[in-house]
């Protein structure tokens, strides 16, 4: 049976981890628990003021609260080729069939949390200019694991392990934003073949570290699943958007 409303709400509060009675509390009890499971479910209409309290809660736009699938393509009106170049080699050609790209394709905001990182500076741990926008999956209740392909993860250190310089630092989290021991960066890392004990090869810089891997592995806050690079990000106007967000 079709819904009588949009159903509002659901995949945003079990990403931050909330029960319906705790974003109750949140809302300061101006809308009961039972408000809140029939805007979920589409019973109920859902009255603007609670679907702007909840976009400052979550700090996401109001389209983020539908319960909806959402696509969004990408160069669905230009022409698609392959690329390659191995050993020298370079082979472009035409595909029998064209593929459009979706934006969400590989992104589960009802499983897992996002952040979404912008570079301000050349990186050079990573090789990736400013103006690349990192999408990056957060931990959740499952560790992020480690294998022998080479991803970007972001991970924490500390003195013990990294003793060099740059801690005492601001830390963002869900929490809030604290002072700690610990820094945050981004890096490269896979697992080393052929070595007696389970290893992981990772970069700090230019400078390459291996580390055990269950040490490092307790140290990855997230994992790069999407980054998308903009020539001339200072030339991009901002557009101010309907929802108080900043468009780049």
């Known amino acids: ?14 990403r931050a981890r909330y029960t319906q009675s705790y974003l109750a509390t949140l809302l300061e009890n101006k809308y009961s628990v039972s408000s809140i499971r029939n805007y979920e479910i589409g019973e109920r209409d859902a009255p603007a003021s609670y679907l702007l309290a909840l976009s400052n809660i979550y700090r996401c736009t109001l389209p983020d609260l539908f319960h909806e699938e959402k696509r969004y393509y990408m160069y669905s009106n230009i022409d698609m080729l392959n ?3 191995v050993n020298h080699q370079s082979k472009i050609e035409k595909p029998d069939v064209k593929l459009a790209y979706s934006y969400d394709r590989n992104i589960h905001i009802d499983k897992y949390s996002y ?3 912008l570079l301000t500076d050349d990186d050079l741990t990573l090789n990736l200019p400013r103006g690349t926008r990192l999408l990056v999956q957060m931990k959740g209740k499952e560790m992020i694991d480690v294998n022998y392909s080479e991803k970007i993860y972001l991970i924490s250190v500390d003195k013990e392990t990294h003793p060099d310089y740059d801690y005492e630092k601001i830390f963002h989290s869900k929490q809030g934003i604290t002072r700690t021991q610990t820094k945050q960066f981004f890096t490269k890392a896979k697992l ?3 070595l007696p004990s389970k290893t992981v090869m990772y970069y700090d810089g230019k400078i390459i570290r291996l580390m055990s891997y269950r040490s490092f592995k307790n140290m990855i806050d997230g994992v790069v699943h999407k980054y998308i690079f903009d020539e001339n990000i200072d030339e991009f106007k901002l557009v101010p ?3 108080s967000f900043i468009l780049q």
């Open 1 to 14: 049976m079709k819904n009588k409303y949009p159903k509002i709400g659901r995949m945003m509060r079990e």
């Open 83 to 85: 690329y390659s170049y």
């Open 115 to 117: 952040l979404y990182y």
């Open 192 to 194: 080393v073949k052929d």
């Open 241 to 243: 958007s309907k929802d």
